[in-house]
Protein backbone atom coordinates (compact mmCIF):
# COMPACT_ATOMS: atom_id res chain seq x y z
CA UNK A 1 0.00 0.00 0.00
CA UNK A 2 2.71 2.01 1.43
CA UNK A 3 4.67 1.51 -2.09
CA UNK A 4 1.73 2.50 -4.22
CA UNK A 5 1.30 6.05 -2.66
CA UNK A 6 5.26 6.43 -2.99
CA UNK A 7 4.76 5.68 -6.72
CA UNK A 8 1.08 7.93 -6.92
CA UNK A 9 3.05 11.04 -5.42
CA UNK A 10 5.85 10.21 -7.44
CA UNK A 11 4.16 10.32 -10.94
CA UNK A 12 1.90 13.46 -9.36
CA UNK A 13 5.19 15.69 -8.48
CA UNK A 14 6.96 14.48 -12.09
CA UNK A 15 3.66 15.42 -13.47
CA UNK A 16 3.45 18.95 -11.32
CA UNK A 17 7.00 19.55 -12.18
CA UNK A 18 6.73 19.02 -16.18
CA UNK A 19 3.48 21.78 -16.11
CA UNK A 20 5.59 23.70 -13.97
CA UNK A 21 8.54 23.84 -16.20
CA UNK A 22 6.31 24.14 -19.29
CA UNK A 23 4.53 27.43 -17.34
CA UNK A 24 8.22 28.62 -17.43
CA UNK A 25 9.58 28.50 -20.73
CA UNK A 26 6.20 29.46 -21.97
CA UNK A 27 7.08 32.68 -20.00
CA UNK A 28 10.20 33.12 -20.82
CA UNK A 29 9.44 32.40 -24.70
CA UNK A 30 6.38 35.47 -23.95
CA UNK A 31 9.35 37.65 -22.69
CA UNK A 32 11.68 37.09 -26.21
CA UNK A 33 8.82 37.57 -27.88
CA UNK A 34 8.03 41.02 -26.53
CA UNK A 35 11.47 42.30 -25.65
CA UNK A 36 12.40 41.66 -29.58
CA UNK A 37 8.69 43.42 -30.45
CA UNK A 38 10.18 46.14 -28.20
CA UNK A 39 13.76 46.11 -29.61
CA UNK A 40 12.26 47.08 -33.54
CA UNK A 41 9.92 50.03 -31.80
CA UNK A 42 12.93 51.79 -30.12
CA UNK A 43 15.71 51.19 -32.76
CA UNK A 44 13.57 53.62 -34.91
CA UNK A 45 13.78 56.29 -32.54
CA UNK A 46 17.51 56.61 -31.77
CA UNK A 47 17.29 57.74 -28.37
CA UNK A 48 20.55 57.22 -25.89
CA UNK A 49 17.68 56.10 -23.20
CA UNK A 50 16.87 53.05 -25.32
CA UNK A 51 16.95 50.42 -22.62
CA UNK A 52 14.76 52.26 -20.12
CA UNK A 53 12.33 53.00 -23.34
CA UNK A 54 12.23 49.18 -24.32
CA UNK A 55 12.07 47.97 -20.49
CA UNK A 56 9.00 50.84 -20.69
CA UNK A 57 7.09 48.93 -23.53
CA UNK A 58 7.36 45.34 -22.21
CA UNK A 59 6.42 46.02 -19.54
CA UNK A 60 3.27 47.44 -21.31
CA UNK A 61 2.87 44.21 -23.60
CA UNK A 62 3.31 42.56 -20.37
CA UNK A 63 0.11 44.42 -18.46
CA UNK A 64 -1.87 44.39 -21.86
CA UNK A 65 -1.21 40.27 -21.71
CA UNK A 66 -2.06 39.56 -18.24
CA UNK A 67 -5.14 42.30 -18.32
CA UNK A 68 -6.60 40.13 -21.25
CA UNK A 69 -6.02 37.29 -19.65
CA UNK A 70 -7.99 38.39 -16.18
CA UNK A 71 -11.08 39.66 -18.30
CA UNK A 72 -11.29 36.82 -21.08
CA UNK A 73 -11.52 34.38 -18.22
CA UNK A 74 -14.22 35.54 -16.63
CA UNK A 75 -16.10 36.01 -19.78
CA UNK A 76 -15.38 32.22 -20.32
CA UNK A 77 -16.51 31.50 -16.70
CA UNK A 78 -19.87 33.44 -17.44
CA UNK A 79 -20.15 31.77 -21.07
CA UNK A 80 -19.65 28.19 -19.52
CA UNK A 81 -22.33 28.96 -16.30
CA UNK A 82 -25.10 26.66 -17.67
CA UNK A 83 -27.19 27.93 -14.76
CA UNK A 84 -27.42 31.76 -16.27
CA UNK A 85 -30.06 32.82 -19.32
CA UNK A 86 -28.69 34.30 -22.26
CA UNK A 87 -30.28 37.27 -21.28
CA UNK A 88 -28.37 37.51 -18.06
CA UNK A 89 -24.93 36.17 -19.84
CA UNK A 90 -25.06 38.73 -22.42
CA UNK A 91 -25.49 41.33 -19.61
CA UNK A 92 -22.56 40.44 -16.96
CA UNK A 93 -20.38 39.94 -20.37
CA UNK A 94 -20.64 43.71 -21.49
CA UNK A 95 -20.20 44.35 -17.50
CA UNK A 96 -16.87 42.89 -18.18
CA UNK A 97 -16.01 44.41 -20.97
CA UNK A 98 -16.72 47.62 -19.49
CA UNK A 99 -14.01 46.52 -16.67
CA UNK A 100 -11.84 45.65 -19.20
CA UNK A 101 -12.26 49.27 -20.95
CA UNK A 102 -11.56 51.01 -17.67
CA UNK A 103 -8.14 48.94 -16.92
CA UNK A 104 -7.04 49.24 -20.52
CA UNK A 105 -7.47 53.25 -20.48
CA UNK A 106 -5.97 53.17 -17.23
CA UNK A 107 -2.61 51.55 -18.10
CA UNK A 108 -2.76 53.45 -21.59
CA UNK A 109 -2.62 56.68 -19.67
CA UNK A 110 -0.05 55.57 -17.10
CA UNK A 111 1.52 54.11 -20.12
CA UNK A 112 2.14 57.39 -21.84
CA UNK A 113 2.96 59.62 -18.79
CA UNK A 114 6.47 57.09 -17.85
CA UNK A 115 7.01 57.54 -22.39
CA UNK A 116 6.80 61.66 -21.89
CA UNK A 117 9.62 61.51 -19.63
CA UNK A 118 11.84 59.81 -21.78
CA UNK A 119 10.39 60.68 -25.17
CA UNK A 120 9.70 63.68 -27.15
CA UNK A 121 5.84 63.80 -28.65
CA UNK A 122 7.61 62.90 -32.14
CA UNK A 123 8.91 59.44 -30.43
CA UNK A 124 6.20 58.54 -29.10
CA UNK A 125 4.05 59.00 -32.35
CA UNK A 126 6.53 56.44 -33.57
CA UNK A 127 6.00 54.30 -30.63
CA UNK A 128 2.50 53.96 -31.35
CA UNK A 129 2.68 53.88 -35.02
CA UNK A 130 5.43 50.75 -33.91
CA UNK A 131 2.85 49.31 -31.71
CA UNK A 132 -0.01 49.10 -34.68
CA UNK A 133 1.62 48.21 -37.48
CA UNK A 134 2.25 52.00 -39.00
CA UNK A 135 -1.72 51.60 -40.25
CA UNK A 136 -2.40 55.06 -39.03
CA UNK A 137 0.16 56.90 -41.56
CA UNK A 138 -0.27 54.29 -44.18
CA UNK A 139 -3.82 54.69 -44.32
CA UNK A 140 -3.88 57.89 -43.72
CA UNK A 141 -1.63 58.52 -47.16
CA UNK A 142 -3.69 55.96 -49.00
CA UNK A 143 -6.89 58.19 -48.74
CA UNK A 144 -5.07 61.47 -49.68
CA UNK A 145 -3.74 59.17 -52.49
CA UNK A 146 -7.51 58.00 -53.26
CA UNK A 147 -9.15 61.51 -53.36
CA UNK A 148 -6.37 64.15 -54.23
CA UNK A 149 -9.15 66.92 -53.84
CA UNK A 150 -9.65 66.51 -50.15
CA UNK A 151 -10.44 69.61 -48.02
CA UNK A 152 -7.70 70.63 -45.06
CA UNK A 153 -11.16 70.38 -42.60
CA UNK A 154 -11.87 66.71 -44.27
CA UNK A 155 -7.72 65.04 -44.13
CA UNK A 156 -7.97 66.89 -40.56
CA UNK A 157 -10.98 64.73 -39.67
CA UNK A 158 -9.72 61.39 -41.30
CA UNK A 159 -6.64 62.05 -39.10
CA UNK A 160 -8.38 62.15 -36.09
CA UNK A 161 -10.40 59.37 -36.68
CA UNK A 162 -7.47 57.62 -37.39
CA UNK A 163 -5.73 58.98 -34.27
CA UNK A 164 -8.62 57.53 -32.08
CA UNK A 165 -8.43 54.31 -33.57
CA UNK A 166 -4.55 53.87 -32.82
CA UNK A 167 -5.17 54.42 -29.42
CA UNK A 168 -8.20 52.06 -29.15
CA UNK A 169 -5.62 49.35 -31.38
CA UNK A 170 -2.41 50.20 -29.15
CA UNK A 171 -4.08 48.34 -26.40
CA UNK A 172 -5.79 45.51 -28.00
CA UNK A 173 -4.72 41.91 -27.88
CA UNK A 174 -3.93 40.62 -31.07
CA UNK A 175 -2.57 41.57 -34.18
CA UNK A 176 -6.85 41.15 -36.01
CA UNK A 177 -7.77 42.75 -33.11
CA UNK A 178 -5.87 45.53 -33.63
CA UNK A 179 -6.44 46.03 -37.33
CA UNK A 180 -10.65 45.52 -36.66
CA UNK A 181 -10.12 48.95 -34.68
CA UNK A 182 -8.41 50.65 -37.96
CA UNK A 183 -11.92 49.07 -39.75
CA UNK A 184 -14.14 50.13 -37.37
CA UNK A 185 -12.55 53.98 -37.83
CA UNK A 186 -12.46 53.70 -41.56
CA UNK A 187 -16.11 53.00 -41.31
CA UNK A 188 -16.72 55.90 -39.75
CA UNK A 189 -14.41 57.56 -41.93
CA UNK A 190 -16.72 56.67 -45.28
CA UNK A 191 -19.32 57.46 -43.50
CA UNK A 192 -18.12 60.98 -43.25
CA UNK A 193 -17.13 61.06 -46.63
CA UNK A 194 -19.85 59.82 -48.13
CA UNK A 195 -21.87 62.33 -45.78
CA UNK A 196 -20.39 65.14 -47.82
CA UNK A 197 -21.10 64.09 -51.26
CA UNK A 198 -18.27 61.59 -52.24
CA UNK A 199 -18.93 58.71 -53.75
CA UNK A 200 -16.41 55.83 -51.94
CA UNK A 201 -17.01 53.21 -54.78
CA UNK A 202 -16.16 55.43 -57.23
CA UNK A 203 -13.34 56.66 -55.74
CA UNK A 204 -12.15 53.17 -54.86
CA UNK A 205 -12.29 52.06 -58.30
CA UNK A 206 -10.93 55.00 -59.99
CA UNK A 207 -7.49 55.04 -57.59
CA UNK A 208 -7.72 51.02 -58.33
CA UNK A 209 -7.78 52.24 -62.10
CA UNK A 210 -4.84 54.62 -61.64
CA UNK A 211 -2.75 52.29 -59.81
CA UNK A 212 -2.98 49.70 -62.45
CA UNK A 213 -1.90 52.20 -65.17
CA UNK A 214 1.26 53.25 -63.25
CA UNK A 215 1.58 49.87 -63.01
CA UNK A 216 1.71 49.58 -66.62
CA UNK A 217 3.78 52.39 -67.31
CA UNK A 218 6.68 51.04 -65.30
CA UNK A 219 6.57 47.55 -67.15
Known sequence: MNKI?????????????????????EAEA??????????KIVTALHTPDSVKVRDIIVDQYRQLNTTHDLYNAQIKQIKAATDLSKEIQETKIRQVEDQRMAA???????YLSKLKKVLSEQQIEAVKDGMTYGVLPITYKGYQEMLPDLTEGQKKQILAYLTEA???AMDA??????????????????NYLSASGIDMKQASKAWEERIAREKNKLN
Request: aromatic share 6%; charged share 25%; net charge positive.
Open 5 to 25: LVTITMVVGISMGAKAQNTQQ
Open 30 to 39: YTQTITKRAE
Open 104 to 110: LEKAHSA
Open 166 to 168: RER
Open 173 to 190: ESSNKKHAWFGKYKGKIN
